[in-house]
């Protein structure tokens, strides 16, 4: 069977080779992108099919969280399309790691339109701001292209610093194009009722939202929040696409969908279309644990066969909020890797089907009292309310069962060893690790 890998190579192969068969008859763009208070060229742009029209088209996605084959789909449509360009708005790897980075250039290397991005806040974890740079840039910069200006700006902290709000409105003041398109991770606001996955920062996010509509912005993209979705506020029309691979956040009728967005600009006219991706290829009901010398496939099925724990629980998030609370039902990770062995030396690293991954100590695994108090057991979850995967959104889902129902963040740094959980990312939250595919026993 041709893997998508594959497909995508012979096509890349096959595109690049028109591309070199053409290339005198086109004409060459110069990008010239502006970080902070600096000026540097950052390459050159072939210019496919020019146009009387002067017509422009970009692809803007984000949120693969180390999920390749939705970048990889991404770039078998644009091998072939030819936009301008393509901007993936942040969160590229799920924790920054510089494993996690190779493997996403790796993947942005198949598309043979330029590539640009901009930083979100799962990269900047862990020392992956620095490692964002090495491989892409600084995250803050502008370019025009035809009637158009872009600008990308850095919002992976939740924030926006005083003298990069100065830049952009500078940026934004200084630019007489037509057309005006802002790129960044987090969007100022979350489009869906009652929800708060947005900047955390309410001033600095009315400031941007000021600042946008006076300077006549017409479309600001983001991701962070994990779906479509398409909002006009005070003339300035906001997208979030989010879809590229991590989670979804909301149902398919609320947006929740795999996706890109393709935007097309034509005289006075700018179209925006989603285009739906794939959803991921992984068995989301299927768990992987591995030991030191054998290793095991279990379903739901098979899970369901094991011993049961069932409980009432939730956790505490980075910003102190209380998130998912309700009646779990699944088996003890205790149990899961007895089928393969652990000793007291031994750590257990759990992953999660998009890359992203946490590490737990024996102790963990296998609490004393003190310990078992505070986190309660450590259990595979296969069911929420009633629900279980496949129709339960999260499964399956590493959770903690405490008699008090509720993992604190203080818990969660009580129960971390050093180097590991809270010391890492202090939010109970991460450790909850969603859409478990893989168990594995390694030395500590």
Not at 133 to 146: A, H, K, V
Not at 205 to 221: C, K, P, Q, S, Y
Not at 305 to 316: D, K, T, Y
Not at 363 to 372: F, I, Q, S
Request: net charge negative.
């Amino acid at each position: 069977m041709t893997t998508v890998s594959q497909l995508i190579s012979e096509i890349y192969d096959q595109t690049y080779r028109v591309i070199l068969m053409n290339r005198q008859g086109q004409a060459l763009v110069i990008f010239i992108v502006v970080v902070l208070a600096s000026v540097s060229i950052v390459g050159l742009y072939q210019l496919t099919n020019p146009s009387s029209d002067d017509i422009l088209s970009f692809y803007v996605f984000g949120d693969s969280q180390g999920y390749q084959d939705g970048i990889l789909e991404i770039a078998e449509i644009a091998n072939l399309e030819g936009p301008d360009f393509v901007i993936h708005c942040g969160d590229l790897t799920p924790f920054g790691q510089p494993s996690q980075y190779a493997g996403v250039v790796a993947a942005l290397d198949f598309f043979s339109v330029p590539v640009y991005t901009t930083v979100g806040n799962h990269d900047i974890r862990n020392g992956g701001g620095a490692r964002y740079i090495e491989e892409f840039g600084p995250p803050t910069y502008s370019f025009d292209l035809g009637p158009a200006h872009f600008t990308v700006f850095n919002s992976s902290g939740s924030d926006v610093s005083e003298s990069e709000m100065v830049w952009l409105e500078q940026d934004l003041q200084q630019s007489d194009s037509e057309f005006k398109f802002v790129f960044t991770h987090i969007p100022p606001f979350d489009p869906r009722t009652g929800q708060e996955h947005a900047m955390v920062n309410e001033t600095t996010a009315e400031r941007l939202m000021d600042l946008f509509e006076a300077h006549g912005v017409n479309t600001v993209f983001a991701g962070h929040i994990h779906m479509f979705n398409e909002t006009v506020m005070n003339g300035v029309r906001y997208v979030v696409t989010g879809g590229a691979g991590a989670s979804l956040y909301a149902s398919e009728e609320e947006g929740g969908i795999y996706h890109f967005v393709k935007v097309t600009l034509s005289d006075d006219m700018v179209q925006i279309e989603p285009v739906l991706l794939s959803e991921p290829s992984l068995e989301r009901d299927i768990v992987v644990v591995r030991g030191h010398d054998e290793d095991v496939t279990l379903t739901v099925s098979d899970l369901k066969l094991m011993e049961a724990v069932q409980g009432w629980s939730s956790f505490q998030n980075q910003y102190d909020n209380w998130r998912s609370y309700g009646e779990y039902v699944g088996v003890r990770v205790s149990d899961l890797v007895g089928l393969v062995g652990m000793g007291e030396g031994d750590i257990v690293r759990i992953r999660s089907f998009d890359g992203y991954e946490q590490e737990f100590g024996y102790e963990n695994v296998y609490p004393n009292g003190t310990w078992y108090g505070l986190q309660g057991d450590m259990v595979l979850a296969y069911a929420l309310n009633g629900t279980e995967v496949l129709e339960w959104a999260d499964g399956m889902r590493l959770v903690m069962l405490p008699t008090d129902e509720g993992y604190s963040n203080q818990d969660c740094e009580d129960t971390s060893l050093p180097g590991m959980g809270y010391h890492v990312y202090p939010s109970a939250g991460a450790r909850w690790v969603r859409f478990v595919s893989f168990i594995e026993v390694v030395s500590q």
